[in-house]
Every structure is written in structure tokens, then in C-alpha cells.
């Protein structure tokens, strides 16, 4: 079964330093997995996803994660934070087979970014 | 065309109303799936429709109704709803049905049940 578990509920980081949001996943096959951003009172946007290509993914606004098979983790990163990054995030695991559609959701991580 | 819409952004009805959420892509997409979110909590999938044909109902109460009239269109329709089912509804589509695909969600629909 697969299982996706952000490590930090809640990040806080200074303007302009870096970002590093934790996610590590359990899957019996070679997942899918994604990072979205949910900034408040909106959808959700999707920054980028791995898909068994290239382990090192770029996404939108600076972000990127790597995927580590042997430390089964996919964290997200960017070198310097920007105001407009304080949002919810969420890393997902997409399920293999069967009920094509579920995504398994991490419980969050908010990201606070102070001036 | 490359986002998914939904209508209305806000609702607030009585436990005895009937109301509808909407939401359209034109991406040509094949997978729509309607998400109830509450606050601080991740979504929690509620339907699938796959070439317009309903395929996951993750054991909703029967007062939530979907309905997909096409391709482009997903419905879902409200009726004798709890105070508890006040929440952001959000949308998704996306291109197929296999486990690789993202989903793309709208902006969502803020219910409020009173």
C-alpha cells in the first residue's frame, strides 16, 4: 500500500533563505509523486511532479525535489524563499493500478516566510 | 484553455435547501473528480467520473449527488446537507486515468451549511 508523511507540520523561514520541506513515501512500486501548493482560501496548484524520469524535477516558481529511492523521500526545495511562497503545501503519492484518481495526500506543511 | 472553473465561489444554504456546484475544463481531459477539503486538513476524494462514467464513490452519503452531462462538465448536486458538510469543494481533472497523471484543480466552492 502506499503512504505518503510529511515530516514538519509547520516550516518558518526568513525571506531570501532557503526552503526545505520533508516528505517521505512508502509504495510497494515505483510511485508517482507530486508537490502542490495551496495558497489560503484557493485551489490547489500543482509545482511539479516525478514520474520515474529524470530524479532531480524542476517545478514552477524556483522549486524543485529529488527523488532518493533508497531513502524513499521526494523533499522539496528552493534556494531562496519569497514572500509569495507562505502557503500550505502538500506532497501526494499517486496510487499504482487499480482505482486509477486516488491520490494520497501528506497532511500538509504550512510555510511561513518572515520579512 | 488550460484550467479548471467552478462555480459558485461561495454558497451558504439552509439544511432544507437543494443546490448545485459546477465545475467545466476544456482541456479535454477524460478524469474528473470531485475533493471536500476542511480547514487545515488535505482533500479527501469523494467521486470519480471516467469517460463520463462514474467510477470511485468513496462511500459519500447520499445527499451528495454528481452527475457529468459531458466531457467538459461536472455537477454536483446538494440536498438536505449537515451544518458538517460546510467546507471548500474542490474540482479536478485531468488528462487520463492512469496513476502518472496529474490532476488539476479549480479554485474550489466555499460552502457554508447553516
Known amino acids: 500500500a502506499q503512504s505518503v508523511t510529511q515530516l514538519d507540520s509547520h516550516v518558518s523561514v526568513s525571506e531570501g533563505t532557503p526552503v526545505l520541506l520533508r516528505c517521505n513515501y512508502s509504495s510497494s512500486y515505483s510511485p508517482s509523486l507530486f508537490w502542490y501548493v495551496q495558497h489560503p482560501n484557493k485551489g490547489l496548484q500543482l509545482l511539479l511532479k516525478?514520474?520515474?524520469?529524470?530524479?532531480l524535477v524542476k517545478g514552477i516558481n524556483g522549486f524543485e525535489a529529488e527523488f532518493k529511492k533508497s531513502e524513499t523521500s521526494f523533499h522539496l526545495t528552493k534556494p531562496s524563499a519569497h514572500m509569495s511562497d507562505a502557503a500550505e503545501y502538500f506532497c501526494?503519492?499517486?496510487?499504482?493500478?487499480?482505482?486509477?484518481?486516488?491520490?494520497?495526500f501528506g497532511k500538509g506543511t504550512k510555510l511561513s516566510v518572515k520579512p | 484553455d488550460t484550467e479548471v472553473t467552478q462555480t459558485p465561489k461561495h454558497l451558504v444554504m439552509g439544511m432544507t435547501n437543494k443546490k448545485s456546484l459546477k465545475c467545466e475544463q476544456h482541456?479535454?481531459?477524460?478524469?474528473m473528480y470531485w475533493y471536500k477539503q476542511k480547514a487545515k486538513k488535505p482533500p479527501e476524494l469523494m467521486f470519480v467520473y471516467s469517460y463520463e462514467k462514474l467510477s470511485i464513490n468513496e462511500s459519500v452519503p447520499s445527499r451528495f449527488s454528481p452527475e457529468c452531462p459531458n466531457s467538459s462538465l461536472l455537477n454536483l448536486h446538494l440536498h438536505a446537507l449537515q451544518p458538517e458538510d460546510s467546507a471548500l469543494y474542490l474540482c479536478?481533472?485531468?488528462?487520463?486515468?492512469?496513476?502518472?497523471?496529474?490532476?488539476?484543480f479549480g479554485p474550489g466552492t466555499r460552502l457554508t451549511v447553516l
Open positions: 501526494v503519492v499517486s496510487v499504482y493500478g487499480g482505482s486509477q484518481g486516488n491520490l494520497i
Open positions: 479536478a481533472s485531468s488528462p487520463g486515468t492512469t496513476s502518472y497523471n496529474e490532476q488539476f
Open positions: 516525478y514520474t520515474s524520469a529524470a530524479t
Open positions: 482541456m479535454g481531459h477524460r478524469a
